[in-house]
């Protein structure tokens, strides 16, 4: 009998969930991580770790500090653009926002992109791997408004904290790199960036909608409307249209659909998916109504134009609705219903802009006294205005088909219009019911000559027919907006602007930025803006011809910050131009990007679209940014996210503090596979820390010898390097941490149960565990190797190679039975564990036949000869 077998099962390895991790092979390891005996651990290094019996228990503390003292001192991992011909790794890390501490979901993310980074550098890679502030943003804005503080300094004291907090979970970055998006260094280039796109017609200023309080009598973001009402004064929020900036995103939708193409290999599916439903392209057909002129002159001189997916359905139209916004309204309505149109536009003001599209609001609508001719049959057509049409989509009118879209019925249930069908489902020969439109395709009715046609043919008829009628043609419309920019704040980029009563427009001139932000401004959370309010930073000359003029106060949205820069990281000091495009392009697109799914869309659809302008600056040669994503899952505990209003968070520093950054880590890449959901457990993060404590001691009983020769016997040579082997293989091609720390930890058990010459373990083996574990664990690992007196660094040591002659052993036959019975034979390699046995003995179809749905209580594991897996079952059950 393997002693290893029996130490990696310790005869409880039920079916355990995914979390627990699981091996490449499908067996559950709990090789270390069994649950303490006893209560919380006490971790003083001279009182043991709980446990009497062993005192070897190191000085956790002190051994991360001295290491990341000395990865500081001597900027271990700054990057320097290696030779052409060095691979290189781009791993780059959401950047966090400065909020003062760390989460654990900081700790996963970068702990995922430490490990790729340690073992691209083990591999020969030249690896960048950055870190940032996305300093800009409302929390420090609500920090000045409540409590007096000044944005900067809160930022700056945040920052500094977490910079401390990161260090101390020895991540590898290179700090010379550090950016802060509130630099004026930083968001310079943002200002250079609009003018560019000003001057390209990219950036450009229109009404938009946004969230007012009347009582503090200013605007409010999203995230400052709670449940409808102020966060400051809890008056109802109201919306009222102003001028506003926007980036002309959707210059750009179709390559950022089309270009989802190069992403399907490095990009998780739903993340696509999610963009691609955001972009939301529809296909369908632009129709002019003509409106019916009472004295029946002017017809067709003033026209409805829709927008519909469904030109198959144009004989179903029973009345026609407008946008509340839309500007032909003015000139539609008539004296006798304007009060009623007046009322409504009054209630609507009530409505918050992101509750107005719910699709459970009540249709309200009001009726504007005309009528408009459909083209196909010369029908009259009311002209309504409702709320559930939206003056952004489409044309901001439609043809309402109550029998075959669900939002028209309703308004009709509720306004009394008539329905008509015209497609006939291909199943039922009947209509659902009253309250419930079909809105899928079938066969044509009550449509003239279109009448029997199916719904894909008819479509392509009549907007043919509309085409050579000159009623209409076909159209594209995609539900992406341009990006509203303008932010009423303080706390981001100004907008590099000067209105000008003479010339209009006018950016600030390039040699003239960064238009800095003023300081010692006023923080009431009540009237104009804080920048607006600010004389001396207002007030400014033309650019252009020198009168008095105003400088726009409006700030842009920080999530502008983060669209470009992973590309300043390349050359962060760059003062001529926002970075160097040889440089630039030799490192992107990124590598390896990693960060939460919650940035699926806007983060990362805004990072893409800046990218393609970069390109088309002439900046990049790539058209990604990114080229491949990992989005991590998340932490939990009991089951939901951790969250300060749930009370259920673990703050990183507290683990640190008590068992160190490495068990840490360890933890967090065993628990679960990267982008899987992570359950924390304290059973886990004490299962990590006596495993560390394992490999401590294992180092130990090698006592002071430094002789390396002693020969490693050839079964443990074999192990040594099929754990290379599988190591190697999770970390490269799935990032499968967990499993590769389950082979590490098969490693240690057998290099307890293999002692190279009877009194202690093999050095070569230690050696070689010590190179695998240093990206999971570097500081122990760092520890161990110099008391090892092994000569440089570890984390410079060559990523060990797997030599394939130890891969492919001799194989035996396994006789598997079950409850005794010979139930089959498997084929296994000699040096099989009782794990692996196990795992292969549970897939073959008749094991899985007889041992059905009953539970294991016992395998007996002959090495080489038999596997027996005894069930819970009395005997007399036997078949
Ligand atoms: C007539 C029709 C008949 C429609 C039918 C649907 C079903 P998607 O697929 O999301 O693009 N629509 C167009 N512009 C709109 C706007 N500004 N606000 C609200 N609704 C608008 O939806 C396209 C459909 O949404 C269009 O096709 C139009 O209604 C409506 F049996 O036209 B349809
Ligand atoms: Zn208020
Ligand atoms: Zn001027």
Not at 349 to 376: C, M, S
Not at 378 to 397: F, H, K, S
Not at 493 to 507: E, F, S
Not at 511 to 526: A, D, K, R
Request: hydrophobic share 40%; charged share 25%; aromatic share 10%.
């Amino acid at each position: 009998e393997t002693m290893l077998g029996k130490r990696s099962l310790g005869g409880r390895a039920e079916a355990r969930k995914a979390s627990d991790g699981i091996l490449d092979d499908g067996t559950v390891c709990r090789a270390s991580l069994t649950p303490p005996q006893a209560a919380l651990p006490r971790l003083q290094p001279e009182e043991g770790f709980g446990m009497s019996s062993n005192p070897s228990v190191y000085d956790v503390t002190a051994i991360e500090h001295k290491w990341q003292e000395q990865w500081e001192r001597q900027r271990a991992f700054a990057c320097l653009d290696g030779p052409p011909s060095q691979p290189r790794f781009y791993c780059l890390v959401m950047f966090p926002y400065p909020s003062g501490r760390i989460h654990m979901g900081h700790v996963r993310n970068y702990t995922i992109g430490d490990v790729l980074a340690r073992f691209h550098r083990m591999r020969g890679a030249c690896v960048l791997h950055p870190i940032g502030w996305d300093a800009f943003g409302l929390p420090a804005e609500n920090a000045a408004i409540q409590h007096g503080v000044d944005p900067e300094r809160w930022t700056r004291e945040n920052i500094a904290e977490m910079r401390r907090q990161l260090e101390a979970l020895g991540i590898s970055y290179d700090w010379d790199r550090e950016i802060a998006t509130c630099d004026p260094s930083y968001y310079r280039w943002n200002q250079w960036f609009f003018i560019k796109m000003f001057e390209r017609g990219l950036a450009y200023r229109a009404q938009g909608l946004v969230n007012w309080c009347p009582s503090c009598q200013t605007v409010l973001a999203n995230e400052q409307v709670h449940d409808g009402v102020c966060w400051r004064c809890h008056t109802a929020v109201t919306q009222q249209a102003l001028q506003q900036w926007f980036l002309r995103i959707t210059a750009y939708a179709e390559e950022l659909l089309e270009d989802h193409r190069l992403l399907t290999e490095g990009w998780p599916e739903e993340v696509l998916l999610m963009q691609r439903h955001w972009i939301g392209k529809s296909v369908g057909a632009e129709v002019e109504f003509p409106v019916w002129d009472d004295q029946r002159k002017a017809v067709g001189e003033l026209a409805i134009r829709i927008f519909t997916t469904r030109p198959d359905t144009l004989f179903g139209a029973t009345f026609m609705v407008l946008a509340p916004e839309h500007p032909l309204i003015e000139r539609l309505v008539t004296p006798a219903c304007r009060p009623a149109l007046e009322q409504f536009r009054e209630r609507l003001k009530q409505a918050t802009i992101k509750t107005r599209a719910a699709a459970d609001r009540p249709k309200e609508g009001v009726f504007l006294g005309k009528t408009a001719i459909n083209p196909v049959n010369q029908e009259r057509l009311p002209i309504w205005v409702a709320e559930y049409v939206m003056m952004e989509y489409g044309t901001g009118a439609i043809m309402a088909v109550p029998a075959h879209d669900q939002r028209d019925l309703e308004f009709t249930l509720r306004h009394g219009l008539p329905v008509r069908e015209v497609i006939r489902p291909p199943s039922s020969p009947s209509f659902p019911s009253r309250e419930t439109a079909y809105e899928g395709p079938g066969t044509l009715i009550n449509s003239g000559r279109f009448s029997g046609l199916d719904s894909e043919t008819a479509t392509e008829q009549i907007t043919a027919w509309l085409v050579s009628q000159g009623k209409g043609k076909g159209a594209v419309t995609y539900k992406l907006r341009d990006w509203l920019i303008s932010r009423q704040r303080y706390w981001g980029t100004p907008i590099p602007i000067v209105h000008c009563q003479g010339c209009g427009l006018v950016p600030v001139s390039e040699s003239e930025l960064p238009v800095v932000l003023p300081t010692g401004v006023q923080f009431t959370g009540s009237g104009e803006s804080p920048l607006a309010q600010c004389a001396e930073f207002r007030h400014i000359r033309c650019p252009r011809c020198a009168h008095p003029a105003e400088r726009e106060t409006d700030t842009m949205d920080t999530f502008v910050d983060s669209s470009w820069y992973y590309a300043r990281y390349v050359d962060p000091q760059n003062d001529h131009v926002p970075f160097d495009r040889e440089r630039v392009n030799a490192w992107l697109p990124v590598h390896q990007y990693i960060g939460g799914i919650e940035h699926a869309c806007m983060h990362l659809i805004y990072a893409r679209f800046w990218h393609k302008v970069m390109r088309d600056l002439g900046l990049v040669t790539s058209d990604e940014p990114f080229a491949r994503l990992l989005t991590q899952g998340m932490v939990t505990l009991g089951g939901a996210a951790m969250s300060k209003s749930r009370g259920n968070v673990v703050d990183p520093s507290d683990i640190i503090t008590r068992y160190g950054a490495d068990t840490a880590r360890l933890f967090i890449l065993f628990a679960a596979p990267p982008e899987k959901q992570l359950e924390w457990t304290m059973d886990g993060v004490e299962g990590a820390w006596r495993f560390l404590n394992r490999v401590w001691r294992l180092v130990e009983r090698l006592g002071t010898s430094k002789d390396m020769s002693r020969p490693t016997s050839p079964a443990l040579e074999r192990i040594i390097h099929r754990t290379i082997h599988r190591v190697t293989r999770d970390i490269e091609r799935s990032y499968q941490f967990n499993t590769a720390i389950a082979a590490t930890m098969e490693l240690v058990n057998a290099l307890t149960a293999y002692p190279a010459l009877g009194d202690e373990p093999s050095r070569n083996g230690i050696k070689t565990l010590l190179v695998l574990l240093a990206p999971f664990a570097p500081h122990i690992g760092a520890e161990l190797w110099e008391r090892m007196g092994l000569s440089g660094d570890v984390h410079r040591q060559p990523w060990p190679q797997a030599d394939p002659a130890w891969l492919t052993g001799e194989t035996v036959d396994l006789v598997i039975q079950v409850d005794g019975k010979v139930r089959g034979r498997i084929t296994v390699p000699q040096q099989t564990t009782e794990v692996e046995a196990r795992s292969q003995a549970l897939q073959h179809p008749k094991v899985q036949v007889f041992v059905g749905q009953r539970s294991i209580s016992r395998v007996i594991y002959i090495p080489k000869r038999l596997i027996n897996i005894v069930t819970n079952t009395s005997p007399s059950e036997v078949p």
